[in-house]
């Protein structure tokens, strides 16, 4: 064996599990307020944060000192203070900003409290399903997509479709499938106000906080929500059916697309958004995208899409897409669905955009 391979390679194992020992921390950070009581406060002693916070001092001190040697805080020897920098505040302190990460480690520690589970299906073979999994995955998933879809969904994805957002201005009616907290289809309905638009997502708690915030956005006399499955059938048709990072969390994702098929308007469309990944594996490998997305992958999409076979029977290789599917098998569900035109309408560093229509 090549000693410099093993001494590399532990070192890389070495800082995965300091990452995983830092994330911790950045959760406590993250739900007990931490980086929003320091966004913009300068710099502050441990005995200063605690009363803005109302926690322990001792405790405080720890954790600000694990944070600075891990460079996420500024300290000041002279004074003994530490600052969260604008730049990380960005990252770690604002939700709105699209280069928040906190819902990323939110999802992270539920994720941790189903690996005894999640093991436990490896022996089986048995599904684990989205709604068995703690609620702070539903919330931090949410947390996570959210900025990007503001970013991205009216303003480039949409656009992307041909003639789509014409029509959406004009009125249309819109389901968004695997809702989810309903982030995507509020803005939709935000961004165009004589469309009527339609969630549905089969995690009951989900749909309600999707009520909740249509009627916070002020757009719950144009949006509503339900509890259903993917494959049952639509109430059409509909101008444009959309999937947002979600038909590949599902057990049968050519039944849903079919489903969605039969829903159409006979010149609708189908919006498609995934994870970007490359066709092949290979092509994948050392990306920090497809790390990212794997991981989440094995924990969240694969089991969920398990838990969805029928008791007895065996899961085929057709059950669940992971979450890097890629293009190609993207497209080739579609037209198994019966869709006759597929395209990939814009490939951005993080997502697959695909159109599809009858």
Not at 84 to 112: F, K, N, R
Not at 242 to 266: E, I, K, N, Q, Y
Request: charged share 20%; with cysteine.
């Amino acid at each position: 064996m090549d000693a410099s391979k093993i001494e590399q390679f532990h070192l890389q194992i070495a800082q995965e599990s300091l990452g995983a020992s830092l994330s911790l921390s950045n959760y406590l950070g993250d739900t007990l307020g931490i980086f929003r009581a320091m966004a913009g406060a300068g710099s502050l002693s441990s005995a200063e944060l605690a009363g803005r916070t109302g926690l322990s001092e001792r405790y405080l001190r720890e954790w600000l000192s694990t944070q600075a040697v891990a460079g996420h805080l500024a300290y000041d020897p002279a004074t003994g203070g530490f600052e969260l920098p604008d730049e990380h505040a960005a990252v770690l302190a604002d939700d709105e900003a699209v280069t928040a990460c906190s819902g990323q480690i939110e999802g992270g520690a539920a994720m941790w409290l189903a690996v005894d589970e999640i093991a436990e299906a490896f022996r089986t073979g048995a599904g684990f399903g989205w709604h068995r999994h703690d609620a702070r995955l539903f919330s931090g998933v949410n947390r996570f997509f959210g900025p990007l879809y503001r970013m991205s969904l009216v303003d480039q994805w949409l656009p992307a479709l041909d003639g789509v957002a014409d029509r959406l201005r004009a009125g249309a009616r819109v389901l968004d499938v695997g809702c989810g907290h309903g982030t995507s289809t509020v803005l939709m309905a935000q961004a165009f106000p004589a469309s009527r638009f339609e969630g549905i997502d089969s995690h009951e708690a989900s749909v309600e906080a999707a009520c909740q915030a249509a009627v916070k956005a002020g757009v719950d006399d144009r949006v509503h929500f339900h509890v259903g499955e993917a494959t049952e059938d639509p109430a059409g048709p509909w101008d444009l059916i959309c999937f947002f990072d979600a038909l590949h969390d599902m057990g049968d994702p050519v039944a849903a697309a079919r489903a969605a098929r039969r829903g159409l308007a006979a010149d609708g469309t189908l919006l498609l958004v995934e994870p970007a990944a490359a066709d092949r594996l290979e092509d994948r490998i050392g990306n920090p995208i497809s790390m990212s997305y794997y991981a989440a992958s094995t924990f969240l999409c694969v089991p969920n899409a398990l838990s969805q076979v029928p008791s007895g029977e065996p899961a085929g290789p057709g059950v669940g897409l992971g979450a890097q599917a890629g293009a190609g098998r993207l497209t080739e569900v579609l037209r198994e669905a019966g869709f006759g035109t597929v395209r990939v309408a814009l490939a951005t560093d993080y997502n697959l955009i695909i159109e599809a229509r009858p």
